[in-house]
């Protein structure tokens, strides 16, 4: 399958979900990508430059009203965003894959594998990174801050470079996804069902302010396949700290879906 070429030089899957920034047509297994809240696929890109050598094609999920498809509106709940993404994402899961979801981008890489497996395609490994699992007790209040809240918030955080916070022009581009991508977090609710049989690693720093070690422990409670829970030093974002370790696990455990 190809795919036209942005003019950034990526290329960019018909329909305007995925982001291929190292194509492979041969790829081994291809590692589909959830951004967290406020984010875009771009926060894959060294992902893509550290599994290509691999044989690890990654596909990076772009939501919409960012980046490219800032002209977009947002989608409003994690169900609305999985099941628009899923008519292109089946068209690349006839092979082994993989998903892989970091904060808000865990929960809908989560929901989109249930409804994968759901469908007869069930992904060769689940990664989930710094999020709590579905099943522990939350209320999140963070899209009704003020704006000067909000951006002292994710400044805290640590995901998103400070000077784009400190610049009210690229500020007023990137708040708006933010807010929404927040309100989309604290509107999903867990749907019970049978646990999701497939091999899960979760990933979560030591230091992250919103997820303890045992509510990441708590997605056991949720899949039925082999378990790992993986603690790494840093705060939320601990994988920007920890790529070149992290892909190297991916490797690993994506060794027997080659």
Do not use: K
């Amino acid at each position: 399958m190809t795919a036209p070429t942005t003019a950034r030089g990526q290329a960019a899957v018909p329909g305007g979900w995925l982001r291929r920034y190292r194509p492979a047509d041969d790829a081994a297994v291809r590692l589909v990508c959830f951004p967290h809240a406020g984010g875009s696929a771009s926060a894959y890109l060294r992902f893509a430059a550290a599994l290509a050598p691999s044989g690890v094609e990654v596909l990076a999920v772009q939501y919409p009203g960012r980046q490219d498809r800032r002209g977009e509106p947002f989608v409003g709940t994690v169900e609305e965003l999985v099941e628009a993404v899923l008519p292109e994402l089946r068209q690349w899961t006839h092979g082994p894959f993989a998903l892989f979801g970091h904060s808000l981008g865990a929960t809908v890489a989560f929901e989109t594998a249930r409804r994968l497996t759901e469908g007869g395609r069930t992904p060769a490994h689940l990664f989930l990174s710094g999020r709590r699992a579905p099943v522990v007790p939350r209320i999140d209040t963070v899209h009704l801050m003020d704006d000067r809240a909000l951006v002292e918030r994710v400044t805290r955080l640590q995901g998103t470079d400070p000077t784009l916070l400190e610049d009210e022009e690229l500020l007023s581009m990137v708040l708006p996804a933010i807010r929404n991508d927040y309100a989309m977090a604290g509107a999903y609710r867990y749907r019970p069902g049978p646990p999701l049989s497939v091999p899960t690693t979760v990933l979560t720093g030591d230091a992250d302010p919103n997820v303890t070690p045992d509510d990441a422990r708590r997605w056991s409670e949720v899949v039925g396949g082999p378990f790992n829970l993986h603690v790494l030093p840093g705060g939320h974002f601990f994988l920007n700290d920890h790529t070149a370790g992290i892909c190297s696990l991916i490797e690993e455990e994506l060794g027997d879906a080659h």
